[in-house]
């Protein structure tokens, strides 16, 4: 149980359609990142968020995008679906920028058709 | 180009063997961390261990065990003793100062422990 908690966990979406999946955060966690694990391949960043600013972002198009809020709960929001958008979502907190331990949630499993 | 490699991608071993994943990262920096997850099916990612570039001491816990050697870049894990919940996914991943210290992550390595 790493207090890191994901919604909603399973979904089904149409080509062209946006999805907003959502993340609480571990208690007392002020950085929040995203990540995109398609099957059978390791996770890949999306992009970081701390003190409700982006930090950091991956090999990934506008059209993926993200917010914090004041209390570091976080949405991961992707426009214009397409079928390789199909993937697990991921989201993870920790404290500050500096390495320290990274918690995952159970993650979103996203299948888009 | 991959900064983690895990170069074997399924193991299968009996219950009670002792199993090592192996894997190598690619930095140039000179602070940075390496980590080990475990994916069960159920697809969380389970935290087993985080090693920062200036501690090269090796540790055990438990039934696993970590060989950390810079010289080599390498940052192998093993599990002693094997068991039937052990079978899962092991990641390795590399968070490096100058990328804001995301998790840069190996392919995985698919660990089958039969009875």
């Known amino acids: 149980e790493t207090g890191v908690t994901q919604s909603p966990t399973h979904l089904i979406k149409t080509r062209g359609q946006q999805v907003t999946l959502r993340c609480s955060s571990q208690s007392g966690h002020n950085t929040v990142s995203w990540y995109q694990q398609a099957l059978g391949q390791g996770p890949q960043f999306i992009f970081q968020?701390?003190?409700?600013?982006?930090?950091g972002r991956g090999n990934f198009p506008p059209r993926f995008s993200g917010l914090q809020f004041p209390n570091y709960s976080s949405e991961l929001n992707v426009n214009a679906l397409e079928l390789d958008d199909s993937a697990l979502y991921l989201c993870?907190?920790?404290?500050?920028?500096?390495?320290?331990?990274?918690?995952f949630g159970e993650g979103s499993w996203l299948t888009v058709v | 180009a991959q900064k983690v490699t895990q170069a074997q991608t399924e193991i299968s071993v009996v219950e009670k063997e002792d199993v090592t994943l192996d894997c190598v990262y690619e930095t140039r920096d000179t602070t940075y961390y390496l980590f080990w997850y475990k994916q069960p099916p159920s697809g969380e990612l389970v935290f087993l261990i985080r090693r920062n570039s200036f501690d090269e001491q090796n540790e055990i816990s438990g039934r696993y065990s970590w060989n950390f050697q810079k010289s080599t870049s390498s940052f192998n894990f093993t599990i002693t003793a094997s068991q039937v919940v052990d079978s899962a996914v092991y990641f390795c991943?590399?968070?490096?100062?100058?990328?804001?210290?995301?998790?840069?992550f190996g392919k995985g390595t698919s660990l089958l422990v039969t009875p």
């Open positions: 968020y701390y003190r409700e600013e982006e930090n």
């Open positions: 991943a590399l968070s490096e100062e100058n990328s804001g210290y995301a998790l840069n």
């Open positions: 993870a907190s920790s404290w500050g920028l500096s390495g320290n331990t990274i918690y």
